[in-house]
């Protein structure tokens, strides 16, 4: 076994968000997003991320990825991102017609 793979098998916690203070602020206003009941999905959350990071005045390499995406989601044990609260309309006429 290669010492990459023991590593993989034997690594038990999560590798923490390089920028806390990002991390933070975007899981708050997240948190406080959800309970407004205001749809959100990944698109937004990246986009809001990188919003939040120039406004903290953070230095560095910062790129709202897929990747970083789903690191975020597990870190603070989110499962799914949807459409929360009020359903969607549908057609209702289609509905009927068919």
């Known amino acids: 076994?290669?010492?990459s793979?023991?590593?993989m098998k034997t690594r038990k916690t999560m590798k923490g968000s390089t920028?806390?203070?990002l991390d933070t602020a975007?899981?708050?206003?997240?948190?406080?997003v959800l309970k407004e009941g205001t749809p959100v999905n990944g698109p937004i959350i990246a986009a809001k991320a990188k919003t939040f990071?120039?406004?903290l005045g953070l230095?560095?390499?910062f790129d709202a990825s897929s990747g970083w995406l789903t690191r975020f989601k597990?870190?603070?044990g989110i499962r799914e991102i949807g459409l929360h609260g009020e359903k969607l309309s549908g057609d209702q006429q289609a509905t009927d017609d068919f």
């Open 1 to 3: 076994m290669s010492d």
């Open 5 to 7: 793979a023991s590593v």
């Open 19 to 21: 920028f806390d203070e």
């Open 26 to 32: 975007l899981a708050e206003w997240l948190a406080q």
């Open 53 to 55: 990071f120039e406004l």
């Open 59 to 61: 230095k560095g390499n």
């Open 74 to 76: 597990q870190r603070h």
